[in-house]
């Protein structure tokens, strides 16, 4: 009889055994693999059971592809400045510094309890200043390609946290760290020229093996469209007002436009008797996010008692204001064209503004329109010239027409925006920049970053847009880097972004003071082959990535310019009813009690076996129990069949060839959850076949399966490995191989029908013939044959079917 299996124990024993002695060593023979999780931010709560999830399938693969004779590189890191540890740190009532330090402390005791085989020289966290260099020295390269560039305008900004939002950190209206409503501020910010970039960001998603979800996004969020832009003259004055359309066609139906709050000729166009409320439009407008007023159902507006001019009809066009258009996406303005635009039907409805119908479905128009009738194609009416004409050619005709007449020109749009980049905030990279009276905003020198974050006691953010930093002045009054005159450095930091834009590339060669990435580590190691994280960063972090990298390759720092090659997203582990764990909520799991109580083996199985990996799925402690169970089925087999060293029979050869084939399919299809499930079901048909064989199967089966159950369970697998005799780490072999000759069944059973209904199972052999498998299907259904036999059918391995009459 095996001894108990005592997870205590000998997962402590390997924990020992590795630190001595590493299992992932680089000899220099071997291929690199770069698997890469997304590092993590150093919250005060620690890790729960939905972080140990990401965490334990990516070293399950990373241990899959050593097995496989890769030199793995598999770093961890911590994206510790940005808002989520600053405002740790405030409600705490102790420095970020501190609360940092703490919480990464106490972070990466629950990440070793994983046994995940990070390599910890690679280590990196953002707020080293000799990390941070390298984040200021990118700012610097870009603010010299002209990247970089400020700018005073409207941004979301988030009262409780009281920074600036790029708008992706907003979400339903509120700042995505804190849930605060977010409203607008006139401030002075960094931006940078991520739009320079759209077209590359678009195209070359083509390239990338990720989900088509998140490429999906990206594609959406770069929002690249095709069309013209209208320029409209303002009845009376000399100004033009120029809008973007993607349907041109539709300019003869246009009976209103509409200008964001924020245009630049909004107030000027309001007349005495419209004044009064067009400011107040602007002002209440000025308090919402982008996103709310883009999701309000109900449209507001406020008519500025200003015509425009319809260029291709002279028709006159009131000019209203309303806060579903958004400054920063096209020109601004918008032509309203109520017929064939639902937003625009509904505002003129409300506003008993007239509606043209010019496209229609067979050439005819509709009577009391009731909804926009917003086909893709149709025949064109009320359109002048334009009549008779397909909508769909003249979509496309239309901007050389336009451009032609000299009412505008064709071009392209994009709803990407440039990146504000810069926060109101103390806890954050300081922006390398000198403001001088003489020369302007002048970069650090390179030879003299990183240019540190001055230690203070009072880091609270101000409220008044401006950075903590302004009020140090000592550290504020500077001279100017060109002309030596007294200079201003810039206050505002750079967002949590800025580290975790590029960290990836920091790893593999970490501790290099004279360049970023040494060209020969970069060639040798880098990109990152395999990255796994939340979906929730497949616009922001993602898109912000690829930006840098572009950059870099750009500027010859490196020789790729997409950083991942392969993605995956893994599903949130969710508290009872699907609900997010958090906190607040009280529904958060810790791993610490699982892992004292079941070891760490059966609870990195079990975060496998809760559900498909991309999938959420709802965390239920009771399921660990199963887990840990099957572990100690297969010890008990393994130890029992060590002990009495049987010869391998057919059957055992033949299961152990179909686990090796089975395994790898679902392992290489990342079907993790059905790997698991797979090694349940094979240890069951291994221990009926012991049954039969004195309780034990051959030695080589053992080793096979617990080759496969390696990168799972490792603590497990390297004590059985032990014990079969094998003096060097299972993670030095290498991952079986199946045979399909020995996975044949010799015997097969299959279903005798007759007129198509089965009236016996039967046993033959597998590769019987046709003529002799119709023969023992005839006898075994011979009794219940009445009738002539009219036709004999064997489809191999799966029916027999006797047609009579």
Sequence with gaps: MAAPYNHRAIEAKWRTNWEK?????????????????????PSGNGLHVGHWRGYVISDVWSRYKMLQGYYLIHPM??????????????????????????????????????????????????????????TQWIFVKMFKEGLAYEKEFPINWCPSCKTGLANEEVVNGCCERCGTPVTKKNLRQWMLRITKYADRLLSDLDKLDWPEKVKKMQTDWIGKSYGAEVDFPVEGREEKITVYTTRPDTLHGATFMVLAPEHALAKSLATDETREAVEKYIFDASMKSNVDRLQDKEKTGVF??????????????????????????GTGAIMCVPAHDDRDFEFAKKFDIPIIQ???????????????????????????????????????????????????????????????????????????????????????????????????????????????????????????????????????????????????LRYVDNKNNKELVSKEKAD???????????????????????????????????????????????????????????????????????????????????????????????????????????????????????????????????????????ITSRLEAFSLNTVVSGFMEYTNKLIAIAK?????????????????????????????????????????????????????????????????????????????????????GKKAVADKISGNIIKEIYVPKKIINIVVK
């Design 358 to 504: 010019v496209i229609a479905k067979d050439g005819k128009e509709i009577q009391n329109m009731t909804e926009a009738y917003t086909e893709a194609s149709g025949t064109m009416i009320n359109s002048g010239e334009w009549n008779g004409m397909e909508s769909s050619v003249l979509k496309k005709e239309a901007p050389h027409i336009i451009e032609k007449l000299g009412i505008g020109r064709k071009t392209v749009n994009y709803k990407l925006r440039d990146w504000v980049f810069s926060r109101q905030r103390y806890w954050g990279e300081p922006i390398p920049i000198v403001h001088c009276p003489k020369c302007g905003a002048v970069p650090v020198p390179e030879d003299q970053l990183p240019l540190r974050l001055p230690e203070v006691e009072s880091y609270q953010p101000t409220g008044t847009g401006e950075s903590p930093l302004a009020a140090i002045d000592e550290w504020v009054n500077t001279t100017c880097p060109c002309c030596g005159a007294p200079a201003k450095r810039e206050t505002n930091t750079m967002p949590q972004w800025a580290g975790s834009s590029w960290y990836f």
């Design 77 to 134: 890191g911590w994206d510790a400045f940005g808002l989520p540890a600053e405002n740790y740190a405030i409600k705490m009532g102790v420095h970020p510094a501190v609360s940092t330090a703490a919480n990464i402390k106490n972070i990466k005791r629950q990440i070793n309890d994983i046994a995940a085989i990070y390599d910890w020289d690679m280590e990196v966290n953002t707020t080293d200043p000799e990390f941070y260099k390298w």
């Design 304 to 329: 500025t008692g200003t015509y425009a001019i319809n260029p291709l009809n002279g028709e006159k066009l009131p000019i209203w204001l309303s806060d579903y258009v958004l400054a920063d996406y």
């Design 692 to 776: 039969q064989n004195d309780g034990a199967v051959d030695k080589e089966t053992i080793e096979t399966v617990t080759i496969l159950l390696a990168p799972f369970v490792p603590h497990i697998a390297e004590e059985i490995w032990e014990k079969l005799g094998h003096e060097d780490s299972i993670f030095h072999a290498q991952w079986p191989a199946h045979d399909e000759e020995l996975m044949k069944d010799d015997e097969i059973e299959v279903p005798v029908q007759i007129n198509g209904k089965t009236k016996a199972v039967i046993s033959i052999p597998a590769e019987i013939s046709k003529e002799d498998a119709i023969a023992e």
């Design 524 to 662: 040798k190691y880098l990109p990152v082959d395999m990255y796994i994280g939340g979906v929730e960063h497949a616009v922001l972090h993602l898109l912000y990535s690829r930006f840098y990298t572009k950059f870099l390759y750009d500027i010859g720092a490196i020789d790729f310019d997409e950083p991942f090659v392969k993605l995956f997203n893994q599903g949130m582990i969710t508290g009872k009813n699907g609900i997010k764990m958090s906190k607040s909520k009280g529904n958060v799991i810790s791993p610490d009690d699982l892992v004292n109580d079941y070891g760490c083996d059966s609870l990195r199985m079990y975060e496998l076996f809760v559900g498909p990996p991309e999938l959420d799925a709802e965390w239920d402690d009771r399921g660990i129990d199963g887990v840990s169970r099957f572990l100690k089925r297969f010890w008990n087999l393994a130890l029992d069949s060590i002990e009495k060293d049987i010869p391998a029979t057919k059957e055992m050869e033949k299961t152990r060839h179909k686990m090796v084939y089975d």
């Design 21 to 41: 002695k590493p299992v992932n060593v680089n000899d220099g023979k071997k291929l690199k693999y770069y698997c890469l999780d997304m590092f993590p931010y």
